[in-house]
């Protein structure tokens, strides 16, 4: 079945000390996307990829980079995750613009 | 600001009945509109869409309505089953270019269908 796969689906980390989520597709969908949510909230969009053109949401922050290597593949970087950090993180895909996004089953980090 | 705002936090609905699930938007240039549902400890899972060119649109047990005068769209299931019971988010997007890539989210309604 295609599908968005994520990993870990728990990560624990301390304060200050770099984390990386992975995340990767077998829909061969050209965008992807990074997501955070936090308990009770809505998700609330980081950066996504058009192939390998990235765009970064105004309001996020510089401790959160990505990189895509390839099609399949997109990872989020944390540099130094703080306490407020703490929360889901949604990956998903698209075929383009203006369509459905297909979301992973998501990464819950928490940081000590 | 919210642009998209889901007002009811939570519904409860008996087996067999019908689950309304609505949502309101302040952004005039948002013309597609989706929803997704969610179980605890999974990432959202797409539902249904509708764009602003249609005022309803119909899969299944669902049918999503949209009054674009009154910026309000909803979500109908028909007979609500015990697996619906999830939180259901609805989400919008705006038109072509940038815009279009961003899904803004409400917060969610979690519906529970009592058997």
């Known amino acids: 079945d295609a599908m968005v796969i994520q990993n870990p689906r728990y990560q624990v980390t301390q304060f200050g000390k770099p984390v990386t989520l992975s995340c990767s597709q077998t829909l061969n969908h050209n965008v992807m996307y990074w997501y955070q949510q936090k308990s009770s909230q809505a998700p609330k969009l980081l950066f996504h990829?058009?192939?390998?053109?990235?765009?970064n949401e105004a309001d996020t922050p510089d401790n959160f980079q990505s990189r895509r290597p390839n099609t399949s593949f997109c990872f989020l970087d944390i540099r130094s995750p703080g306490l407020g950090d703490a929360a889901m993180y949604l990956c998903a895909t698209s075929g383009g613009a203006g369509g459905p996004q297909y979301f992973g089953p998501g990464t819950r980090l928490l940081v000590l | 600001d919210q642009q998209v705002k889901q007002n009811s936090p939570s519904l409860s609905v008996q087996e067999g009945r019908i689950s309304i699930l609505n949502c309101d938007y302040t952004?005039?240039?948002?013309?597609?509109f989706l929803w997704y549902k969610k179980y605890p400890a999974e990432g959202p899972t797409f539902l249904i869409s509708?764009?602003?060119?249609?005022d309803k649109n119909e899969d299944g047990r669902f049918t999503v309505f949209l009054n674009k005068s009154a910026k309000h769209l909803s979500l109908h299931i028909v007979p609500s089953q015990p697996g619906d019971s999830a939180v259901y988010f609805c989400a919008a997007s705006a038109g072509a270019g940038a815009g279009s890539y961003q899904l803004t989210f409400g917060k969610g309604t979690k519906l529970s269908v009592i058997p």
């Open positions: 990829y058009y192939d390998k053109d990235f765009n």
């Open positions: 952004n005039s240039m948002f013309d597609y």
């Open positions: 509708i764009s602003s060119i249609k």
